[in-house]
Nanobody
Framework: VQLQASGGGLVQAGGSLRLSCAAS????????VGWFRQAPGKEREFVAR????????YYADSVKARFTISRDNAKNTVYLQMNSLKPEDTAVFYC??????????????????????WGRGTLVTVSS
């Protein structure tokens, strides 16, 4: 599986960005996808996850009500719509594929080790 995140950039606090994660290499609708982020000097942290069908989503508390994850299986793409951005959202954002989706329980959704393939990140910078 190859994943490529895009859509990052510089935005003022309160603004919005939409990230995209384009996938190839395996049947896209067979696996769940997660978004993570890593700020300078910090560990990679979970942001959101979407099920294979797109019907189920899961968010970190820090982004609930501000970020929305979605997917278009016809386009092999997952999106992360980010609204009301804050300076503390500044990070490199990564998308990742969970190929053993059916075996993953909810408590493991936020774990980096749950995901089998990772794309290169895209930098989001939020200015105050």
């Amino acid at each position: 599986v190859q994943l490529q995140a895009s859509g990052g950039g510089l935005v003022q606090a309160g603004g919005s960005l939409r990230l995209s994660c384009a996938a190839s290499g395996r049947t896209f609708s067979n696996y769940a996808v997660g978004w993570f982020r890593q700020a300078p000097g910090k560990e990679r942290e979970f942001v959101a996850r979407i099920s294979r069908s797109g019907r189920t989503t899961y968010y970190a508390d820090s982004v609930k009500a501000r970020f929305t994850i979605s997917r278009d299986n016809a386009k092999n793409t997952v999106y992360l719509q980010m609204n009301s951005l804050k300076p503390e959202d500044t990070a490199v954002f990564y998308c990742a594929a969970d190929l053993t989706t059916d075996l993953t329980t909810g408590s493991n959704y936020p774990r980096v080790a749950t995901y089998d393939y990772w794309g290169r990140g895209t930098l989001v910078t939020v200015s105050s």
